[in-house]
């Protein structure tokens, strides 16, 4: 289980302050789904790289099986993995180095490394290129490493950082399977996104973040019960536009044009 | 971090970053095909150089002969006036060649008078042997004759004498060898007119006349000095090349191929992610520096140029044993330098932009090495790339020297260590926070939390500043030949500023806790017992008191040990009893109080303060102990303008002897005593005469004798004794930190 306690963390902008992420507070457990929802600069990756321990957060903290962030960022990371937006390979290294080196990263032992590259070189099909270089892989078969180094060190959590952004429609069936994959494995998984259409068909709750500030968090069934709105894009507009309620804590509503929500955006 | 450098992981992670350059093709390119390509233009460029530099023999209207007597003179200038005469008289001799050094290689050709064979003119000076040597070696003397005979044959016709001449000139000099060419025309001159007057006459055997020989030594070339500084420029620049390529790839490139995010994401320290790359990047800059050094040496032996620039061994085996460590010093220094402005970029393009202005801005450095009339002197080995560039040079023309040579080597290496330090904490910085300059601000800005200790980066990068402000301060005496009891006053001076002042206020600075770094608080104590308290300390000053009793011998056999190795101080024997007066005048309180006190109280601040805090904050106290004393004995080598080798080994000793106090005791102060005490004996050592001495260890030997050898070793024992028994409560303390 991770469980991320009022995070809070400001930038300073050419001299003015903006807060990034605003006293975000959410829990996720093993086994499930959470989609963390906005439009773009709503504060997703920001959170992300807190949990991370790549950003210090200006107040609050991240606790992952009972470890503090505060206290042991390091112990944080050997149970996080990241699959993100663009993620890239190493040309010159075969897909058995470039993976093996990632498990020593995160001190795996190099006898149980062994046997973790055996295993998801069976489960993602890598067999065939395993020994090939990275730059002679088709984008697929980048995709589907990208995947295997996520979880050569088998971590409990996976945040997934708009993992399908530019992805066809091929690549983006990939990464559905390979969440269904993490739920069955019992992971905790983290999915930060702006498709929101994406988030519907593979997320057991939903956190819709704007401009840093948690508007909403709940089932698709809660959310469409509180919203009377069917998808997730139209109910996220209605919460953006709505002046009362739950978007009151917007403190300057404004309107986030469509195309940065819609499916193709 | 532990788990990282373990179990060959940390050699793992290098091996993947080495794999990932050394199969790039382009890193290939610049390893192999540079130097195939830039040595043979490099090798014409210096050939046309150095013809250039002696082309002004073009201009030589007068050449400069030397003989040893005024006979010799006389002669001389005789046979050139009959030559020229024969020459006026428009007689066409046969040309005969013979090579300098063989006279029985002879190439006659006969060829009518043309303007090239007119005999220039000479001036002849006279001196004796070793002024003539010089001056021929120093190039005033473009040809000195060292043997001239002349033997008379009585014939029918007359009196024919025969001269036997010997010379010297400077090889590969083109003035010197344009003075003998035209000299050994004016001779063959004469034998063939000689020879053709009694072709007309008689024809019976004719003395020889001129029997001329010349030796040829080799001498550099006049610019040769200069010359030789572009060779460690090409290969210094050339080292630089083959690093930026992986340096650029394995940072900025992580950020393009879109893997830092994932890498940095890793519970991997970043230092051992930079190390492993650093490792990277300095191996392809060594074996870039290596395929250059083996086609420099290539090209200058089998070319022939290596003579004309280095004298008679041309560019040696010896010479590139001695250049190899320096450009991979370099190598660490300035692959480090790269990493950490690579590690500043965002891309393969931003990297780039940063690197072309600092190669441009190593050119500088380059073009004053290419200056004749600059020296390397002691303070410029602290100036970074210079230091290694002049030394480069001085050792190509044999006149390095060890001071700054010492400087340059010991100061690029802690300039490598704190670059690679600011390097790895740029990294991935960039991909955490939102802008390059948070990375800067945040590197510079002072630190939101309070630190225990201070960790081993921030002692490199202190220590960078630190030593070349050292190195210019401890020959500010010798500048301003301050000497006596202001001498003394101001070395302390500079001690408390250095060494305590300075270390306090950044440690201030960044936060870290002053009381748990300078040890000022032992961390036990509340709620204990005055009476206790009171017997703890008694057993550390008995503890203390025991172990400087034995010290101060130690550091007397290891001077006596350097000095049987003639490793001791390079001063001259005047030098020592000129400095030994020197201080006999200044009263002794001076010499205790800024001699024992003032460096026990400042470098224990530094040394078992900061430093040994900074090695404890990751290592073990032994190793710290270690680490702590090798700097502790590097520091004190530096003794102004001349190196003390002979205090490396006692200053190891006794910092291993105040790091035990310091960790046993967990406070400073039980070090600064012993420091003192220490200090205090071999300064009292030292006022006594070598009479004195002899009196109490006996006439025929220096050493100390072996009773008092067993003393001082079960005094020393004993003090540890007591000083651990007395710090039993300390040592949950000092494992906490």
């Keep these: 289980m991770i469980s991320a306690e ?39 990756t920001t959170t992300l790289r807190m949990i991370m321990g790549l950003l210090e957060p200006d107040s609050g903290y991240v606790e992952i099986g009972g470890v503090r962030s505060t206290n042991k960022s390091t112990d944080i990371r050997k149970q996080l993995g990241l699959i993100s937006t663009n993620d890239g390979v190493y040309p010159w290294l075969t897909v058995r180095e470039m ?50 180094r996520g979880l050569m060190h088998d971590p409990p959590v996976m945040l997934l950082d708009e993992p399908t952004r530019g992805l066809d429609v091929v690549g983006s069936q990939a990464i559905f399977r390979f969440i269904d994959l993490l739920k069955q494995r019992g992971k905790v998984v983290l999915l930060s996104t702006h498709r929101l259409d994406e988030a519907e068909r593979v997320c057991d709750r939903f956190g819709l973040l704007h401009r840093g500030n948690l508007q909403f968090e709940g089932t698709l069934d809660e959310l469409r019960q509180a919203t009377g709105k069917q998808h997730l894009v139209d109910m996220f507009i209605a919460f953006l536009n709505a002046p009362q309620g739950n978007a009151t804590q917007i403190s300057s509503p404004v309107n986030i044009p469509p195309n940065e929500l819609s499916p193709q955006a | 971090m532990n788990e990282y450098l373990s179990n060959g992981r940390l050699w793992r992670l290098c091996q993947k970053e080495l794999r990932e350059s050394l199969r790039d093709r382009r890193t290939l390119f610049t390893l192999v095909l540079m130097p195939i390509l830039v040595y043979p233009l490099l090798s014409m460029a210096l050939q046309r150089l150095v013809i250039g530099a002696n082309s002004k023999t073009k201009e030589v209207t007068e050449y400069v002969l030397g003989v040893e007597d005024e006979e010799a003179g006389g002669k001389i200038r005789e046979l050139l006036i009959e030559a020229q005469q024969t020459l006026e008289r428009g007689f066409a001799s046969p040309i005969t060649v013979t090579r300098s050094n063989d006279p029985t290689e002879k190439d ?17 000076e006279m001196a004796d042997r070793a002024t003539l040597d010089q001056a021929l070696s120093d190039g005033r003397l473009d040809l000195l004759i060292t043997k001239l005979n002349i033997e008379t044959t009585k014939l029918e016709r007359g009196v024919f004498p025969a001269y036997t001449i010997q010379a010297e000139f400077r090889q590969n000099d083109l003035r010197s060898e344009t003075a003998l060419s035209g000299f050994r025309r004016a001779t063959q001159l004469i034998n063939d007119y000689q020879a053709a007057l009694f072709r007309k006459q008689i024809d019976r055997k004719i003395p020889v006349a001129m029997t001329f020989n010349a030796t ?154 290419l200056m004749p009339n600059v020296q390397f002197t002691t303070l410029l080995g602290i100036v970074p790339l210079l230091n290694i560039l002049m030394l480069s040079r001085d050792i190509m023309t044999g006149q390095s020297s060890l001071v700054p040579a010492f400087a340059a080597v010991f100061s690029t290496i802690i300039y490598a260590c704190a670059t690679l330090v600011v390097a790895s904490r740029l990294f991935g910085a960039e991909a955490a926070t939102s802008g390059s300059q948070e990375s800067w601000s945040e590197l510079l800005s002072r630190p939101k939390k309070k630190q225990m200790l201070p960790d081993i980066g921030e002692l490199a990068i202190y220590l960078a500043l630190l030593f070349p402000v050292f190195f210019v301060a401890s020959n500010l005496g010798g500048m301003f030949e301050w000497k006596g009891s202001w001498a003394l006053f101001l070395n302390a001076a500079i001690l408390f500023v250095l060494f305590m002042l300075l270390p306090l206020l950044y440690s201030w600075y960044r936060r870290i806790d002053l009381a748990n770094t300078f040890r000022l608080s032992e961390g036990v104590g509340r709620g204990e017992p005055i009476w206790n308290r009171i017997a703890r300390w008694i057993g550390y000053v008995a503890g203390v008191l025991l172990l400087s009793a034995a010290l101060w011998m130690v550091a007397f056999e290891a001077y006596l040990l350097f000095e049987s190795w003639s490793l001791a101080s390079q001063l001259s024997e005047e030098d020592k009893e000129r400095l030994k007066s020197d201080f006999l005048v200044v009263p002794f309180w001076v010499v205790l109080l800024t001699g024992a006190v003032a460096p026990a109280i400042a470098e224990e601040f530094f040394f078992r303060g900061f430093v040994l805090s900074a090695f404890r904050s990751k290592l073990t106290a032994f190793r710290s102990v270690l680490f702590t004393s090798l700097l502790f004995g590097l520091f004190h080598v530096i003794a102004g303008s001349v190196l003390s080798i002979e205090k490396f080994l006692p200053t190891i000793i006794l910092g291993m002897a105040i790091g035990y106090v310091a960790v046993r005791t967990g406070s400073l102060f039980p070090g600064i005593l012993l420091h003192a005490l220490h200090n205090g004996l071999v300064f009292s050592m030292s006022r006594f005469t070598e009479q004195d001495l002899a009196r109490w260890f006996g006439e025929e030997t220096k050493h100390i004798p072996v009773v008092w050898l067993c003393g001082g070793v079960l005094s ?22």
């Design chain 1, 6 to 44: 009022n995070l809070t963390k400001q930038f300073i902008v050419r001299g003015v302050p903006l807060v990034a992420v605003n006293h975000l507070s959410f829990q996720v457990a093993s086994g499930e789904v959470y989609g963390l929802l906005g439009p773009n600069g709503a504060g997703k």
């Design chain 1, 99 to 148: 993976l093996l080196y990632f498990a020593d990263l995160y001190a795996v032992d190099p006898l149980l490394a062994a046997e973790r590259l055996e295993e998801l070189a069976n489960l993602l099909d890598l067999r065939n290129f395993i020994d090939q270089r990275c730059s002679t892989l088709s984008t697929g078969q980048k995709q589907r490493v990208t995947l295997a």
């Design chain 2, 108 to 124: 006659t050709t006969s060829s009518p008078v043309k303007p090239s064979d007119e005999i220039p003119s000479y001036k002849i």
């Design chain 2, 216 to 369: 040829g030594i080799f001498e550099k070339a006049d610019l040769s000095s200069s010359i030789a500084g572009v060779i460690p420029l090409v290969l210094i620049l050339m080292t630089i090349t083959g690093a930026v390529y992986p340096a650029i790839d394995l940072t900025a490139g992580e950020r393009e191929r879109g893997t830092m995010e994932a890498l940095i994401a890793t519970p991997a320290p970043r230092f051992a992610l930079l190390l492993s790359k650093y490792v990277a990047v300095v191996t392809v800059a060594v074996l870039t520096a290596l395929a250059n050094l083996f086609a420099t040496w290539m090209t200058l032996s089998f070319g022939g140029l290596g003579q004309a620039l280095f004298g008679k061994s041309g560019f040696s085996v010896l010479m590139l044993l001695q250049i190899l460590p320096l450009l991979v010093i370099f190598a660490c220094f300035f692959s480090a330098i790269l990493l950490a402005l690579c590690s500043f970029a965002r891309s393969f393009k931003e990297a780039q932009a940063y690197l072309i202005p600092v190669m441009l801005l190593s050119l500088g450095p380059g073009l004053v090495t």
């Design chain 2, 716 to 737: 020393m024992a004993l003090g540890a004794g007591v000083l651990f028994l007395s710090s039993q409560r300390n040592q949950s303390h000092e494992d906490s930190n």
